[in-house]
């Protein structure tokens, strides 16, 4: 059986930063970023809000995809978000 992994964008109130990552407990991980429970860029940018994520069968895969994610552009990362989230709703009461 393999484990999943996920590579997510989660964003500020104000979406004006935007941080990608990757998990294999997207619900955990994103629960952490909301309450603030670990140091670091998404503490200290507020970045609580998730508009984005993948689903991968495979760490190998989601580590390629987030390395392709975080070298695009801004643009292409508000492309992605927009193709997949046109609101951009915060998707964590989706995955909990």
Known sequence: MTK???VYIMTNYNETVLYTGI???LNKRVYEHKNKLREGFTKNYNVTKLVYFECFDNIENAIIREK????GSRNKKLELIKKFNPDWIDLYDKIV
């Open 68 to 71: 392709q994610i975080k070298a």
């Open 23 to 25: 998990t294999s407990d």
């Open 4 to 6: 999943q992994s996920y």
